[in-house]
């Protein structure tokens, strides 16, 4: 059982007990790997491509993956005064101890803190200086331009890793345990796989070309912390056909690709089954554009009608009426657009066409089916910017007010980005971003706007790295010699060591920040993403020019890549909806009767609710809900434990649909198959709380040395036990008690069994 300092925040980030978590006997694999996300667990815990890796690394043969997360500072300090090195979450394994270590790269600020993983884990920075223990991996979004970081790294995966990850777990099996050095030459011999010990190589980007074909993770490992996104993440499409010539996404990850309807409602199914989450989001850089999207919808809302449905990005004018009506038929998330500007001479120098008139057309209907609000966002410094480009912003969120619906309104800088059409334009000064900003706010109307700027400090230098080359190591280095980490929370973030840095190495500023020569070479040009570098050049041109570029789902812009023409064909087999026919269910009352010990004592009150009904969903069962739009299961719970206390009596009442029997069902042995290890569910009984409570009191377990009048708490010694003393306790100062570090454990039991003189449930 894990025993943590009691004064670790949210300490169930490290317990690794998760539901649908992989556990292997260690003598039964021949590869150990750590599949690490650079920051916290809430944020790792909502990131849809880890779970993708770490299924797919299961699934392949003598691999056992686990997972690892960055400490939250509390946590590092008890690791580095304790001398604990970072250790995975399944095996409680230091990552020094694996085999592979691979990190997911999606966000610049969290390099500092893939060095100070390692560094807590006892691995040497630098890949130079590694001569044994594990090999350092690196994939995701930022190796596309990997110079700025490279040399903290073994191996680096470019593009999608779907496939490659499983030739490269697999090739390494094989290699294993001849000299290192030869097999990270083996390894950077496959393709997408690029060694910056074995010299710079021109690198092809590797894609799935039929998503179809590609695994969908079905069984996440599911939170026992509130997760950032705390619901079922459905990816149906991959890659973007609009073309803005700002958005590195949109480039790196074309072709644009589809997963069919019919198999997309195999997998929610799937995985609303090993899951029980309440909400799926419909993932896809334009969900508006996914040409099945009226026939998933149906099918989800058919099949899973008390599902909450969201579209996290959509482009304006995508949606349909008709699947307008869809999103409001039941239990739905919020609207989110991406406008980036005002007028429509800029948004044609960015390609991005919208139909803005449209969705003003559509507004009543969103009032009606109850959406009182609505996220955009917009970027501002751009080279053609005007400041009727500014102002008008106010223009096009008045229609919003109007019809009395709120605005969340997001303004952020354009940070030029690696293989785009924009990857030569300027970053334009801090200054002058933040007289726009002003004039922006200026311009708004005085209600109904929750105006949100993205820090502008934080963006420069972005863009700093981002645009950088092999000269940013040191300040990596630098930044590691003075802590920082966890630069995503403002908090932890150093831009003054940032800006130090700079100002002793203005070469360096300039060159990544500074508008750059068409002619000249590009640090990232060595990667190959399958876009043709000319096609780059003519759409800046038109750019320049306010021309557009047709998209790739009405036609081929003829960018280097296959695009499919053909999207609609494969959404053929989608299952049919459920019979109309309305039927008024039946609810039943009834009690839970569950403990929460060893590891799960410390998962917090609500994180025990949320994990309880989702175990109760997959398990099959439907519950009464509240609330129209956002309707949640009706439940009411004893009174919340102390964090760390452990308890063998927690009562849930919930209202479920039908008669059940529920012992002959066996719903608690399906509800317990989808918990953490140490919250189970002992029993169910029919009714409310009041017929299932009984009295209660705490088993105080202390170290035998302990004296009761070393206390200044009232309790009777009950039982002494080889090295330990039992106590009793009814007093109301548990957390007090738990704080205080005295007891080794503190159990709630039902009375009886203390008084009663039994001690096993």
């Not at 779907?162 to 290699?175: G, H, I, K, W």
């Amino acid at each position: 059982m894990l025993d943590l300092p009691r004064h670790i925040t949210k300490p169930s980030r490290y317990i690794g007990s998760e539901p649908n978590a992989t556990f292997k006997d260690p003598r039964s694999v021949d590869v150990r790997f750590a599949l690490c996300y650079p920051d916290i667990y809430e944020i790792g815990m909502s990131y849809y491509g880890f779970f993708v890796l770490y299924e797919i690394a299961n699934r392949t043969e003598g691999v056992w993956c686990e997972r690892c997360f960055a400490p939250w500072h509390d946590m590092e300090t008890y690791l580095r005064s304790a001398h604990i090195p970072l250790y995975t979450l399944e095996s409680k394994t230091p990552l020094g101890k694996m085999d592979l270590v691979g990190f997911s790269l999606s966000y610049e600020l969290n390099i500092t803190n893939v060095l100070n993983m390692l560094e807590l884990s006892g691995i040497p920075l630098e890949a130079e200086e590694r001569e044994i223990g594990p090999l350092v991996i690196g994939g995701g979004p930022l190796v596309l331009n990997p110079k700025p970081f490279e040399r903290f790294f073994d191996l680096l995966v470019v593009g999608e890793a779907d496939n490659t990850l499983v030739e490269l777990l697999s090739r390494f099996r094989q290699l294993k345990g001849i000299p290192r050095q030869t097999v990270i030459q083996e390894l950077a011999g496959l393709e997408g796989v690029y060694s910056p010990l074995c010299g710079t190589k021109r690198v092809r980007r590797v894609y799935v070309e039929n998503l179809d074909d590609a695994y969908h993770a079905v069984r996440p490992p599911t939170p026992v912390v509130g997760s950032v996104h705390d619901r079922l993440n459905i990816e149906i499409s991959r890659g973007c056909g609009n073309g803005c010539r700002f958005c590195i996404a949109g480039y790196a990850y074309r072709p644009y690709r589809e997963r069919s309807a019919g198999r997309l409602a195999e997998v929610i199914t799937e995985a609303l089954a090993h899951t029980g989450y309440g909400e799926i989001s419909l993932l896809s850089l334009s969900s508006g554009e996914y040409s099945g999207l009226a026939d998933l919808m149906t099918f989800v809302r058919s099949r899973f009608s008390d599902i909450s449905l969201s579209l996290p990005s959509l482009k304006i004018g995508s949606l349909s009426e008709d699947e307008i009506n869809l999103l409001g038929a039941g239990a739905r998330g919020g609207f989110t657009f991406a406008l980036e500007a005002a007028s429509a001479g800029l948004r044609a120098r960015l390609n991005k066409e919208i139909g803005l008139d449209l969705l003003v057309e559509q507004l009543p209907l969103l009032k009606r089916h109850g959406w009182r609000n609505v996220k955009l966002y917009f970027m501002i410094g751009f080279p053609w910017e005007k400041e009727e480009d500014l102002t008008s912003i106010g223009s096009v969120v008045e229609p919003f007010v109007r019809h009395k619906i709120d605005i969340n309104l997001s303004v952020s800088p354009f940070t030029p980005k690696p293989h785009t059409p924009f990857q030569w334009l300027p970053m334009e000064s801090e200054e002058s971003l933040r007289e726009k900003l002003l004039l922006i706010r200026k311009n708004l109307p005085r209600k109904g706007i929750k105006l949100k700027f993205r820090d502008l400090k934080t963006a420069v230098i972005e863009a700093s790295i981002a645009r950088g080359d092999e000269r940013l190591a040191p300040l990596f280095l630098e930044l590691r010699r003075h802590g920082v980490k966890l630069e995503a929370w403002t908090e932890f973030a150093r831009p003054d060591l940032y800006e130090e840095w700079f100002k002793q190495h203005e070469d360096v500023r300039s060159s990544t920040l500074a508008a750059r020569d068409e002619k000249a070479p590009l640090p990232w040009e060595f990667i190959d993403t399958g876009v043709d570098p000319v096609f780059l050049r003519e759409e800046l041109q038109k750019a320049t020019a306010g021309e557009t570029t047709e998209n790739c789902y009405d036609g081929c812009a003829r960018c280097g890549l296959y695009c499919a023409r053909e999207r609609s064909a494969s959404h053929a087999n989608v299952p049919p909806g459920e019979s109309d026919d309305v039927t008024w269910p039946v609810y039943t009352t009834c009690t839970l009767r569950y403990g929460k010990y060893g590891d799960a004592r410390y998962i917090g009150h609500l994180d025990t609710v949320s994990l309880l009904l989702r175990a109760l969903r997959a398990a099959g069962v439907t519950m009464r809900t509240h609330g129209k739009y956002h309707p949640k299961p009706r439940i009411s719970l004893s009174p919340a434990l102390p964090l760390g206390v452990e308890s063998l009596c927690e009562l849930a009442a919930i209202e479920v649909e039908g008669g059940m029997d529920f012992a002959r069902d066996g719903l608690a042995a399906r509800v317990n198959d989808h918990l953490p290890r140490g919250l189970r569910v002992f029993e169910i009984l029919p009714g409310g709380l009041d017929r299932a409570s009984n009295g209660h009191a705490y088993l105080l377990v202390s170290p035998l040395s302990l004296a009761p009048e070393d206390t200044t708490w009232e309790g009777t010694t009950w039982r002494l036990s080889g090295t330990k003393r039992f106590s009793a306790y009814k007093g109301p100062d548990v957390k007090r008690l738990w704080q205080s570090a005295i007891f080794d454990r503190i159990i709630k039991v039902e009375e009886k069994r203390i008084y009663g003189g039994r001690t096993d449930h």
